[in-house]
Nanobody, 124 residues
Framework: QVQLVESGGGLVQAGGSLRLSCAAS????????MGWFRQALGKDREFVAA????????FYDESVKGRFTISRDNTKNMVYLQMNSLKPEDTAVYYC?????????????????WGQGTQVTVSS
C-alpha cells in the first residue's frame, strides 16, 4: 500500500509564500514520478508541477513557472512544493500524487496514488 500525506497549506496574503510537504510511505521504491495538482472550487483538477523520483528532473505548468519550485528528498520519502509570489488565483486544494509508470505526466489519470489534499487560500 502507498500513502501520501500533504501538509503546509494555509491562508496567506497575495505576494506571500508557502511550502507544501508530501510524506510518502509504503511501496515508494516503485515510484518513478511525483506530482502536485490543484483543484479550485467548481473547477477541474489541474497539473501544477512534477519531478522524476530518481533523476530529479522537474516540470511545471506555465501558470506557476518561475514562482513555484518542486523538490524531493528521496532519503526521507518527501516531496515539497515551494510557492512564492502567490496570487489569489492560486487558491485551491493542492494534492500530491505518485506514479509507477516511467517519466512524468501532467494528466490526472497519469497517477496511481493520491493524497487527501491541503487547502491553500491566497487573499487579495
Amino acid at each position: 500500500q502507498v500513502q501520501l500525506v500533504e501538509s503546509g497549506g494555509g491562508l496567506v496574503q497575495a505576494g506571500g509564500s508557502l511550502r507544501l510537504s508530501c510524506a510518502a510511505s509504503g511501496r515508494t521504491y516503485s515510484f518513478n514520478g511525483m506530482g502536485w495538482f490543484r483543484q479550485a472550487l467548481g473547477k477541474d483538477r489541474e497539473f501544477v508541477a512534477a519531478i522524476i523520483w530518481s533523476g530529479g528532473g522537474t516540470f511545471y505548468d506555465e501558470s506557476v513557472k518561475g514562482r513555484f519550485t518542486i523538490s524531493r528528498d528521496n532519503t526521507k520519502n518527501m516531496v515539497y512544493l515551494q510557492m512564492n509570489s502567490l496570487k489569489p488565483e492560486d487558491t485551491a486544494v493542492y494534492y500530491c500524487a505518485a506514479r509507477n509508470r516511467r517519466f512524468y505526466s501532467d494528466y490526472v489519470n497519469g497517477y496511481e496514488y493520491w493524497g487527501q489534499g491541503t487547502q491553500v487560500t491566497v487573499s487579495s
